[in-house]
């Protein structure tokens, strides 16, 4: 592949055996070795393997197999051009590939003769002498990529040479831009949310990476390089919280989180008022709601100090559910009303159809639901007018919970027939699992026991997976009891088996693909 018309003959054959075997027949190290046959013929290359491997230092802790391996690393690396030594070192910091932009920012420091300032012409360079992989993207865009044992060689490289500072720093805040570009379009809908997704899954092993440098401290010298890190660190658990928060990531992002807090706790102002947020909404949805509380309202403090009304209806809201999930209704319905009048004094559709749709949660589960159903209502006609379509699937599954508490549950099985494409394709695990448990509950409601018990265990499934707890199973409960006890128990744990065993796409498949209402028994 490296050099076309290359063949093997009888004047070669043997100084090919012998470096194969001076390799110890290891096939990255072959390639390692054959990417220089453009300029060495297999002779040339053997005396040069022979040489500088001999004069390498074995590293006596590990079996001689891997020595071969290093050495052949160490023999490549030293033959680069020092400009295209350099963006190999650092490129090492990358976690799990970048694309040819994330190269170009981070891997070039200086430009020079043999890298330039493309980075494809630099990727190219590193892939002739197979010291890189190069892959295609989800997107088609190329993807450059380390094997593990040549990127921990390239790390060492680039820590001997005192750059790893800068080249952790740059990475760093790289993908801090990528997460901040990213959140803005996961709070839309449609191609652009799917693409943020996938751009953010894709990214994930080098944001957590950028994560872990920015957010590590030194007790011992708390000086302005590491207030710096810091201040990229809360950047991007900032640009990843609702990522965190809608796609799964709850546990790891409340880390984070907490993490960030300890650091810029003393900076004060707006991005701790919005960390402490977000916390606070992952407390909540890891079933801590007495936890969330203390974060919620330090947070609440810091925007009425600020005097920001559009945060403070965010954060009246919050506290709202959170009073909600705790039981105090009574406390739940002022916030969220007071939310609501503020949302409507400032103009804020979308913060207003927020605490409309908790009201008429809160007013669902305190029995009222004449008035949970005019404020859903409410709520449903603004969503569908912005076009917020998580919000118009809010807004059904709470009227669907609305319609199956007051005995309508063919009517609640509609409207999350309604949804359910939405549900199935926006890659939310919480709105999945209490999608499901709703579909459950109606479908059990309607006679059908068996398949209520496969939704359950598919939703159980979604949950343990994301750390994400339900948070009223006496609900739930109430309706597959009387299924349960209608089918044998054998049955009923097999059904909640088959869906335990569900991925999460196949969980959304299982929804989809639920009958209407009049299809079912009644």
């Known amino acids: 592949m490296v050099r076309p018309g290359f063949a093997l003959t009888p004047a070669n054959a043997g100084d090919i055996a012998a470096i194969c075997r001076r390799l110890d027949g290891l096939p990255l190290a072959i390639e390692l070795a054959a990417s220089r046959v453009r300029l060495l013929a297999p002779r040339a290359l053997l005396a040069r393997l022979r040489h500088s491997l001999d004069l390498a230092a074995a590293d006596v802790g590990q079996p001689s197999r891997q020595q071969t391996l290093r050495n052949l690393i160490a023999w490549s690396y030293d033959l680069l051009a020092p400009d295209l030594a350099e963006a190999f070192r650092r490129a090492g910091v990358f976690a799990g590939g970048c694309e040819l932009d994330a190269l170009a920012a981070v891997a070039v420091a200086e430009p020079g003769p043999e890298t330039g300032s493309d980075p494809l012409q630099l990727a190219a360079g590193l892939l002739d002498v197979s010291l890189v992989t190069v892959t295609e993207g989800a997107d088609g865009e190329p993807r450059v990529g380390m094997l593990e044992t040549i990127r921990e060689y390239a790390l060492e490289r680039l820590e001997r040479a005192g750059d790893a500072g800068d080249a952790r720093r740059r990475h760093a805040q790289y993908y801090a831009g990528v997460a901040e570009r990213a959140d803005e379009q996961l709070r839309g809908s449609g191609p ?34 590491d207030r710096e890190r810091a201040a990229t660190g809360l950047r991007l658990v900032l640009a990843l919280a609702h990522f965190w928060y809608r796609h799964g990531y709850v546990t790891e992002g409340r880390r984070w989180l907490e993490r960030a807090i300890e650091l810029t706790a003393d900076d004060g102002g707006a991005p701790l008022a919005q960390a402490a947020h977000w916390l606070g909404v992952l407390l909540q949805q890891q079933g801590e709601p007495q936890a969330a509380l203390s974060f919620l309202e330090r947070s609440l403090a810091i925007w009425r100090d600020l005097g920001d009304r559009d945060q403070q209806a965010r954060e009246l809201n919050s506290l709202g559910i959170t009073h909600h999930f705790l039981g105090d209704l009574d406390t739940a319905r002022a916030l969220l009303e007071d939310s609501a009048a503020i949302s409507r004094e400032i103009g804020s559709a979308s913060r207003h159809a927020a605490a409309l749709t908790n009201l008429g949660q809160a007013e669902s589960d305190a029995g009222n639901f004449d008035r949970a159903t005019q404020v859903l209502q409410e709520a449903l006609a603004v969503d569908r007018k912005q076009g917020d379509m998580l919000g118009v699937a809010l807004d059904q599954q709470s009227l669907a919970g609305v319609s199956l508490r007051a ?16 549900v199935a394709s926006c890659g939310d695990p919480e709105l999945l699992a209490t999608t499901l448990e709703l579909a459950a509950a109606a479908t059990a409601d309607l006679g059908e026991g068996l398949r209520a018990a496969r939704l359950t265990g598919a939703a159980e499934a979604v949950r343990q997976k994301t750390g994400i707890p339900l948070k009223q199973p006496e609900l739930l409960e109430r309706f597959l009891a009387p299924a349960r006890a209608t089918i044998a128990p054998e049955e009923w744990d097999d059904e909640l088996a088959a869906g335990r065993a569900l991925n999460q796409e196949q969980a959304a498949m299982l929804l989809v693909s639920l009958p209407p209402s009049h299809d079912t028994l009644q």
């Open 407 to 422: 005995g309508r549950a063919a009517e609640a099985r509609d409207l999350i027939s309604e949804m359910a494409d939405y």
């Open 192 to 225: 652009a949310h799917l693409a943020a997704l996938d751009r953010l899954e894709a990214e994930h092993a080098n944001l957590r990476a950028a994560l872990a440098w920015s957010l590590e401290t030194t007790a011992a010298d708390p000086g302005s390089a």
